[in-house]
Each structure stands twice: as structure tokens, then as C-alpha cells.
């Protein structure tokens, strides 16, 4: 992209992983409006299988109808009973992504 201005070194890692033959898991934190979700897309190209944003000052309901919401989007087969929990929420990814 080219009006992405910098984070040579946090492209350079975020490519690393990308590159990586096992699983990663990278935690990308600061204040808002410094770029985390500009430097993620513009270095992951928007090929994401599953994206979620949570949700500022919400409740777990919301977040896991969110989540369930998002879920549909990608994959039409699905309901839109929301999971009960974070761990119902996890295993319900985990086998879409990995069935
Ligand atoms: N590396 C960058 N180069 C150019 N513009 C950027 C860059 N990072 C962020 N911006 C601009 O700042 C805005 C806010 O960044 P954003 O990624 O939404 O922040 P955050 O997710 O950290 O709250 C973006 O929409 C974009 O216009
Ligand atoms: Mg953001």
C-alpha cells in the first residue's frame, strides 16, 4: 500500500510469522488510533479467514451474538444460535477453521 508510512520492523515480524510452518499467535497493543488495525490489514492483505472486533464496553451476550453474527457472515451454514461461553465460542472456530 502505498501511503503506509513505516513499521518497517513490525511488517518484518508480522512477514515472519506469516511465514512460519506451525501455529502463531501475535498480541498487537497501544493506543488507539496509532495503526494496529491499519499496520494488520495492509500487512495480512485483508486475507483473513475469521475477523472479529470486540466490542467496546459490551457485555458477553453481545460479544458472543457478535461473534455468532461474524461466524454466519463466512460460513452460511450456520445458525445464529450464539455459543454460551468463551469456550463453546473457541471450539466453534477452532473445528470451522479446522474441521
Ligand atoms: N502506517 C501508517 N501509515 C499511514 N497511515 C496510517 C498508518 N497507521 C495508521 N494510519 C492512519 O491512522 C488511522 C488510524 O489507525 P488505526 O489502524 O485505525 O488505529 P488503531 O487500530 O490503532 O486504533 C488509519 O485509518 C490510517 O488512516
Ligand atoms: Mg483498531
Do not use: C
Not at 23 to 34: D, I, L, Q
Not at 41 to 69: C, H, I, P, W, Y
Request: charged share 25%; no cysteine.
Amino acid at each position: 500500500m502505498s501511503n503506509f508510512i513505516g513499521r518497517k520492523e513490525e511488517t518484518a515480524l508480522l512477514h515472519a510469522l506469516l511465514q512460519s510452518p506451525k501455529s502463531e499467535f501475535v498480541a498487537v497493543y497501544g493506543r488507539r488510533r496509532v495503526g494496529k488495525t491499519f499496520l494488520i490489514r495492509t500487512v495480512f492483505e485483508n486475507r483473513f479467514d475469521f475477523q472479529l472486533t470486540g466490542q467496546a464496553r459490551s457485555n458477553l451476550k453481545q460479544q458472543l451474538l457478535n461473534f455468532q453474527d461474524a461466524l454466519q457472515s463466512v460460513d452460511p451454514g450456520e445458525g445464529n444460535k450464539p455459543p454460551k461461553s468463551w469456550f463453546e465460542t473457541f471450539g466453534k472456530l477452532r473445528r470451522w477453521v479446522d474441521p
